[in-house]
């Protein structure tokens, strides 16, 4: 997916999860959204089917709101990457590259003066870091700090939405979310940029020093309170020697660097012609040639990410329920029953329920019942399906909830689904038909449930999982599967 529209997907994903009354995005807008979407897939199959779907969706609905809300339309503009940066920073190093001219005073160039020696340094320091990166995975952890500083300069404007409102939550969301997914396609777009900078501000720095050279003659000389000529000479041996070795131009004996050495006004220092070409090579070797291909490295690698950006697959439930929606992707639900043996009718009527929840082509799966005590086997057996929507435990109110065996299976399924990338939706039913029928007639019976459904809920609750009292017996298809929807699919869960 490209990174258009990855944006609008997630965009369109923030509004549909706080606008549920569909004060921004009507219910009309959403099914005609659908119909284009389908429109726009038909004809394809499997991945490239679903990509277009989700594209063509978030898209048609996108543009529905960026026309009525003028918050919306700031929001979406703002999270753009700003293009200027690109091609200001570059210009501007290359401007500081060349009035970067203190490596010298008095027609005077220091052999060891900041800017070219300091503009060497730092580079190696720069390649240093990035090897120890590729080698430790340290950059996935810790980024550099200017590279991040361009990073949030690139999300500048995502806060353009109206404050106390359903768009200032949706745009919550929507900045989060997408700060996290464009995250790597910024930090290469950021080291493209500066990459690319410090080429250019080398370039700079040798363009600059030969200008002034063609109508000003430099001499090259040396001073330093702690180095003598030796030092000074193994240092430029060392810097310069490659540069000396490809262009011919000999680097002098420690003899000659002495007489180099500035004792006084007009003192010492030799013609910088010489000097002048051996820093050029060797910044373009060091400094430029380098930079400019980790900056083409980096922007084919920010070519690549905006062109096929990562988004959440069918892992993701608001995804799969989008694909439901295309009649590519039926749902899925899979019910393990624990310590309770239901009857075929009431299976029939949860099968219903789910299948109204899920789409007619629904598949509903009913699992071999767990014998009480038998969790431990289950959990070293049963493997989490990624494909299944819901993965329901069912129990039965007449057993008393206990930690150690219905809290233990709920919390094996936990840990099988976190593992599996944490794509389906868990819940536990607890049947309340076998409770009733033994109790019938009795006075404070539904108070009598009540107590014994908050028993379930704390036993339930360190799995993360928040159990629904139903009578199977009674309750009618369709309420049945309002009341599943509405426990199994809460806000804070759509928001993964």
């Known amino acids: 997916m490209r990174e258009v529209e990855a944006r609008d997907l997630e965009l369109v994903r923030a509004v549909e999860l706080e606008d549920r009354e569909g004060a921004l995005l009507t219910r009309e807008d959403r099914e005609q959204a659908l119909v284009h979407a389908r429109g726009e897939a038909a004809g394809l199959k499997g991945s490239k089917a679903q990509n277009r779907f989700l594209a063509a969706r978030a898209g048609f609905a996108a543009t529905r709101l960026t026309t009525r809300h003028p918050g919306i339309e700031r929001l979406l503009r703002g999270s753009r990457w700003p293009t200027w940066i690109g091609w200001v920073v570059p210009l501007l190093a290359l401007a500081a590259g060349v009035l970067a001219n203190e490596f010298g005073t008095d027609k005077r160039m220091d052999l060891l003066a900041v800017p070219l020696l300091g503009t060497i340094g730092w580079n190696l320091l720069v390649y240093l870091w990035i090897v120890l990166s590729l080698v430790t995975g340290l950059q996935a952890r810790a980024a550099d700090p200017l590279l991040r500083g361009l990073s949030r300069l690139g999300s500048l404007g995502t806060r353009g939405a109206e404050q106390g409102s359903t768009i200032q939550r949706a745009a919550a969301v929507f900045s989060a979310r997408w700060a996290a997914a464009s995250a790597p396609l910024a930090m290469a777009r ?145 019910v393990t029953p624990y310590a309770y043996r239901p009857g075929e009718e009431t299976k029939r009527r949860l099968a219903s329920a789910l299948r109204t929840v899920l789409g007619e082509r629904a598949e509903v799966h009913f699992d071999e019942p767990v014998d009480y005590g038998g969790e431990d086997l289950w959990a070293e057996t049963h493997t989490a399906d990624p494909d299944d929507d819901y993965h329901l435990l069912l129990y039965t109110l007449s057993a008393t909830p206990e930690a150690e065996n219905h809290g233990a299976i709920a919390a094996a399924l936990a840990q099988a689904n976190e593992r599996r990338g944490g794509g389906t939706m868990l819940g536990a039913l607890i049947d309340e038909s076998p409770y009733r029928a033994h109790f019938a007639g009795q006075a404070g019976l539904d108070e009598r449930i009540a107590t014994r459904l908050e028993g379930w809920r704390s036993t339930l609750a360190p799995a993360g999982i928040n159990p629904l009292g139903v009578d199977l017996s009674h309750v009618g298809d369709d309420a049945l599967a309002q009341r599943i929807e509405a426990n199994l699919i809460p806000d804070a869960e759509l928001a993964r």
């Open 190 to 334: 950021s080291s493209r940029t500066l990459h690319l900078g410090a080429a250019l501000f080398a370039i700079g720095l040798i363009g600059g020093i030969y200008a002034r050279a063609l109508v000003t003659e430099y001499r090259a000389g040396w001073e330093s309170t702690f180095l003598g000529p030796e030092t000074v000479h193994w240092l430029l041996a060392t810097i310069l020697g490659p540069a000396s070795t490809l262009s011919g131009v000999a680097l002098p004996p420690v003899d000659e660097i002495a007489a180099m050495r500035w004792t006084g006004p007009d003192t010492g220092g030799v013609n910088a012609g010489p000097w002048f070409h051996l820093y050029a090579v060797t910044l373009t070797g060091l400094v430029i040639v380098p930079r400019l291909l980790l900056s083409l490295w980096q922007g084919v690698r920010a070519l690549r990410l905006s062109r096929n950006f990562p988004v959440a697959g069918k892992e993701d439930f608001y995804i799969r329920r989008l694909l439901r929606e295309s009649g590519s992707s039926p749902g899925r639900a899979r």
